[in-house]
């Protein structure tokens, strides 16, 4: 309590922090109105961990620093970092988010700064996709790992790549069921536990590589893209391979002056490719008919291939088919036409090749600028697998087969809702007649001894959508429950979230469990079975959050959940149907597993076809 710290550029941030920290049980929040890189005064403050966020935006004109950073740059993201790596004491550490210009930047003032943390510092690189921060900021991110110690005691860096973590990366983050944050944890602590034994690890995990300091000394920048240090087997290639530039033209397209308008001629930007196989016109822009008259280039015809060339969604690609819904379209300045050659090359062939993860790969390879930089005409020079026409309609027509199966799945599991048809002979009553809901609460923040080595479950809001909730970020004490307004609820407890951007999800405890203020416990009784309740409740959260209160963050009280009406069955007819609605689900989330078993065969098929093995 004593030792934390902050500072803050901004003197409204910083009283805001304080009063949070205060009402957290911080007697004495220590936040300091501070500017890190152009005053000194604090220069010579140290500490044991750093965690960060740090500001991606550089002023115009740049950052003016002090003359005491080690790196001279006047950017702020590497000024940041910069002074984070500088201020950790002897055994410190750090995590910190940093924009992808940090990773693979050219300039010499990025190129030093990676050096420094190779040698003194990095241990660990978590690549994240674009858009985990939506709809705030599309930027591309990593997540650097400093420790003083464990860079000392390894040659090597561990690299981690992030593709999901729970949610789609557009600017609704709805959840998608993929999730690769816990096996990322799982490869950092094992790699992190395994360092004092093994100095020099591999790691079993696709998604994970280890590669020595030596190596990445090797790379004249230092760049710490994963990827780019990737063995790639190369096996006896069945075809021979041509640059793009020889099968297909590569042009873009342009904007008129003023922007996009409100109707006419749809435009395609990066916003709207890369969606899973298909185009996102959630958000459609367009130009007046008059320029899109006009235009030489950048007018979409069927069979282009679409690739972002720059911004957040850089290399995504997109298809132009029969099915693409509008008759006239052109591409804005943000995006390349890949045009095919169809005498040598077929269109869908193309835009399988670019999208494999060799394409992709190959294409990022080419990306210069800043975090939000891009792809330039120097693709053409890229070097793709040609087969003969009829090696490659067979090639397309079994990829094509793969992924009709996979849009059919995805369909399944997006219109499926699980139904419970509602017999006008059952009595209706509100909640409260037939059950007693409670809240729970969270131990005092300033008593470790209510946390460590605690046996206890604790769900918060967050975890309640999980469905049947079998396992907690948290665990508590005894103590702590005891000396809380948290209480031990039994397995079979409905749990809905009542605030925030979880309102209105239910969920099941598995276990037993404690919950946090945020949520609200439903007990078990004789007269309903409870997962005949969540998936009743679960038919009624757009009406909770209707009439719950707090506007874009919904309040949903318990006065309000003990006040809706409820159908009240039998218990037989309760089981009855929670029987069968668990086998809909059942078949539902088999569909899941056939989306990973098709998206596995188009990876092990491209890999194939570009003669790769990793």
Not at 83 to 108: C, D, K, M, T, W
Not at 274 to 284: A, I, S
Not at 432 to 437: D, E
């Amino acid at each position: 309590m004593t030792n934390f710290c902050g500072y803050d550029i901004s003197p409204d941030m910083v009283r805001l922090s304080r009063v949070n920290l205060y009402l957290h049980g911080f007697a004495q929040p220590r936040i300091h109105e501070y500017d890190t890189l152009t005053t000194e005064e604090r220069w010579d403050e140290r500490f044991d961990v750093i965690m960060a966020n740090p500001p991606f935006m550089t002023p115009k004109g740049g950052i003016r620093p002090h003359n005491r950073f080690s790196i001279k740059a006047n950017r702020s993201e590497v000024l940041f970092v910069d002074y984070i790596a500088e201020h950790l004491n002897s055994g410190g550490r750090a995590g910190v988010i940093v924009p992808e210009g940090i990773i693979f930047q050219s300039q010499n003032a990025y190129k030093a700064l990676r050096k420094m943390l190779v040698e003194n510092y990095l241990w660990a690189v978590v690549s994240l996709p674009a858009g985990v921060f939506n709809p705030y900021s599309g930027v591309k991110t990593s997540i650097l790992l400093l420790d003083r110690n464990l860079a000392r005691r390894t040659d090597s860096v561990l690299f981690v790549k992030v593709q999901n973590d729970g949610f789609d990366l557009g600017a609704q983050r709805r959840p998608n069921g993929k999730n690769d944050l816990p096996e990322a944890l799982h490869a950092i602590l094992d790699f992190r536990l395994r360092i004092a034994d093994f100095p020099n690890l591999q790691s079993g995990n696709p998604q994970c590589l280890v590669v020595s300091r030596q190596r990445l000394f090797e790379s004249t920048d230092s760049n710490l893209s994963g990827d780019r240090y990737r063995v790639v087997v190369r096996q006896i290639s069945k075809w021979p391979t041509v640059r793009m530039e020889e099968v297909c033209k590569i042009f873009n397209g342009a904007r008129p002056k003023g922007g996009a308008v409100d109707s006419g001629v749809i435009s395609i930007g990066g916003e709207h490719i890369g969606k899973e196989w298909g185009f996102n016109f959630t958000c459609p822009r367009y130009i007046p008919e008059a320029f899109f008259n006009q235009l030489s280039k950048g007018v979409i015809q069927k069979g282009d291939v679409l690739v972002v060339k720059d911004g957040a969604t850089t290399g995504k690609t997109g298809f132009v088919d029969q099915n693409f819904p509008f008759e006239k379209a052109a591409v804005n300045e943000h995006v390349f036409i890949l045009r095919s050659n169809s005498r040598k090359i077929m269109p869908a062939f193309l835009y399988f090749v670019v999208r494999s993860e060799s394409g992709q790969n190959a294409l990022l390879r080419h990306k210069v600028g800043a975090a939000q930089g891009g792809i330039n005409l120097s693709i053409s020079k890229i070097e793709i697998p040609l087969p003969p026409l009829d090696v490659q309609e067979r090639i397309v027509a079994e990829l094509e087969g793969y992924r009709k199966v996979i849009e059919g799945a995805k369909q399944v599991i997006a219109n499926y809702k699980p139904m419970i048809k509602i017999d006008p002979e059952w009595p209706m009553v509100k909640m409260r007649a037939v059950c007693s809901t409670t809240s729970g609460g969270t131990p005092s923040r300033s008593r470790n001894e209510f946390y460590n080595g605690g046996s206890i479950p604790w769900v918060k809001s967050g975890e309640v959508a999980q469905g049947i909730v079998m396992k907690t970020e948290e665990r508590i004490t005894a103590e702590g429950l005891a000396k809380s307004s948290a209480k031990l609820l039994p397995i079979g407890t409905v749990l809905v979230a009542m605030y925030g951007a979880t309102a209105g999800q239910v969920g099941l405890l598995g276990i037993d469990a404690a919950t946090n203020q945020a949520v609200c416990g439903i007990l078990p009784n004789d007269k309903f079975v409870p997962e005949f309740l969540l998936y009743l409740l679960r038919d009624r959260t757009e009406e909770m959050v209707a009439l719950s209160t707090g506007g874009a963050q919904p309040n949903i009280s318990q006065e309000l959940i003990r006040n809706l009406n409820i159908p009240l069955p039998p218990l037989d007819i309760q089981c009855q149907i929670v029987a069968e609605l668990e086998a809909e689900r059942k078949l539902v989330e088999a569909n899941r597993e056939l989306i990973t078993r098709m998206e596995g065969k188009i990876k092990a098929k491209l890999a194939e076809v570009w003669g790769e093995e990793t």
